[in-house]
């Protein structure tokens, strides 16, 4: 009587260890179900894609990283070697290189003004740049003194173009003191005769507003030395103004 009670219970506990290990065998390929129901290949595709272009538009495509370029190295400075500017691609390169510029203004209110900055590149494709600018008041405009800090990356890198973008930190003591974010682009280009033509413009972003700096100016190169020449346009949150510039460059 024991052994037919035994094998009863026996039997009775198996099938409800089935029964409850095919509940939760139903419940798992249910939410695995719902997990391959609500994967998507057109939105990967879609977010693979803009990745890409991204990348390719910012830092690099794939269509350039069989060209020249993709390997261009640093010059001691420009024209060192004849034609070529900041990059080479196969002359006598540097693993870095020190830059030191000092600019005087000239505005139209007949203020002279100035501004110093100092450049490190390296990797051949960066550079961390600090800069200073200080703007003199007077009856129209207040006292700006502005120190940034900025890291760039140079996007095209022929021997005869250069073109950078940038991006740090600005802090700036106009009304009050502040502390910003900067945005920059800038490229210049080899003209050959040891001419240059640069372009470079600069948003400083504040919660008060937005600055403004556009430059361009020309540059002759004489070895390890740059002079340079130009108009330098600057906007403040109250007041906005151009200058004549005339500078000196040293490439260490």
């Not at 050959?192 to 600069?202: D, F, H, N, P, V």
């Amino acid at each position: 009587m024991k052994k037919p009670l035994l094998i009863l219970l026996l039997f009775t506990g198996l099938s409800q260890y089935g029964q409850s290990s095919l509940l939760r065998t139903g419940s798992t390929s249910s939410s695995s179900y719902q997990e391959t129901r609500y994967y998507n290949p057109a939105e990967e595709l879609l977010y693979w894609i803009i990745s890409e272009i991204t990348y390719g538009i910012l830092i690099e495509s794939f269509l350039e990283k069989d060209t020249p370029m993709h390997d261009a190295s640093l010059t001691p400075y420009p024209y060192f070697s004849e034609n070529e500017g900041n990059y080479t691609y196969d002359g006598e390169s540097v693993p870095f290189r020190v830059e030191a510029v000092s600019t005087l203004m000239f505005d139209n209110r007949q203020h002279l003004t100035g501004s110093f900055s100092a450049k490190l590149r390296f990797a051949k494709r960066l550079d961390i740049r600090a800069g200073y600018i200080h703007l003199l008041p007077d009856k129209h405009t207040l006292e700006v003194s502005q120190t940034d800090f900025v890291l760039d990356y140079h996007r095209i890198r022929t021997r005869r173009l250069d073109f950078w973008y940038g991006l740090g930190v600005v802090f700036s003591k106009y009304t009050e003191d502040n502390t910003g974010l900067v945005l920059n682009l800038g490229s210049e280009l080899f003209l050959g005769r040891k001419l240059s033509a640069e372009a470079l413009i600069k948003w400083d972003f504040y919660e008060q507003g937005t600055h403004r700096h556009t430059n361009f100016q020309l540059n002759y190169f004489l070895g390890h030395w740059r002079l340079h020449a130009g108009i330098h346009n600057y906007k403040y949150l109250f007041s906005r103004s151009s200058a004549l510039q005339l500078g000196l460059k040293y490439y260490f």
